[in-house]
């Protein structure tokens, strides 16, 4: 299994600020074949169901705000909003889907100052 | 819009099998896609269980082989989630979800609201 770990597990930043999540895998998640990253990122608030922000590790989902982008090759990977607001305040997940069993981060909890 | 309704038993007896169904609406699953099932215990992360094709193509988590099965109902746009000889640790958010991109490798996108299931006797 390709095991996923972010960093750091939370966050507490101020409105506005940058914020910035990593997620290594314990293989790379690079195809060769094609030059993609199967990588995921999903946001989460409570009670509700996750929701996806970026695949392809760095194509933003339609209607996601252009605060958040992604990054990274291989095994490490970053999620970054650029400018947080209150409405971000949620849990983060990555997810790999470069082989069976499909597997997820631990999570990163970002919380506001 | 594709929406996805889960639906089953919040409680379950430890020893018992584990029984959802995911209603789908807004596209046909005969047309394509996989289509699958993912689970939060509360207050942790999540944990892929597995995905179904129309055709009746199956992957599932090596975790949870032993104990799963996901089956299609062309007929209802359903599809089912059973596991068997249930614990406490299986107490979680059952959430289906469809398989975004065309193949088995990929991220999950649209999600249901989630239905919590609790074993407890």
Known sequence: ?113 | QVQLQESGPGLVKPSETLSLTCAVSGYSISSAYYWGWIRQPPGKGLEWIGSIHHSGSTYYNPSLKSRVTISVDMSKNQFSLKLTSVSASDTAVYYCTRLAADGTLSWFDPWGQGTLVTVSS
């Open chain 1, 1 to 113: 299994d390709i095991v996923m770990t972010q960093s750091p597990d939370s966050l507490v930043l101020s409105l506005g600020e940058r914020a910035t999540i990593n997620c290594k895998s314990s293989q790379s998640v690079l195809y060769s074949s094609n030059n993609k990253n199967y990588l995921a990122w999903y946001q989460q608030k409570p009670g509700q169901p996750p929701k996806l922000l970026i695949y392809w590790a760095s194509t933003r989902e339609s209607g996601v705000p252009d605060r958040f982008s992604g990054s990274g090759s291989g095994t490490d990977f970053t999620l970054t909003i650029s400018s947080l607001q209150a409405e971000d305040v949620a849990v983060y997940y990555c997810q790999q889907y470069y082989s069976i069993p499909i597997t997820f981060g631990q999570g990163t909890r970002l919380e506001i100052k």
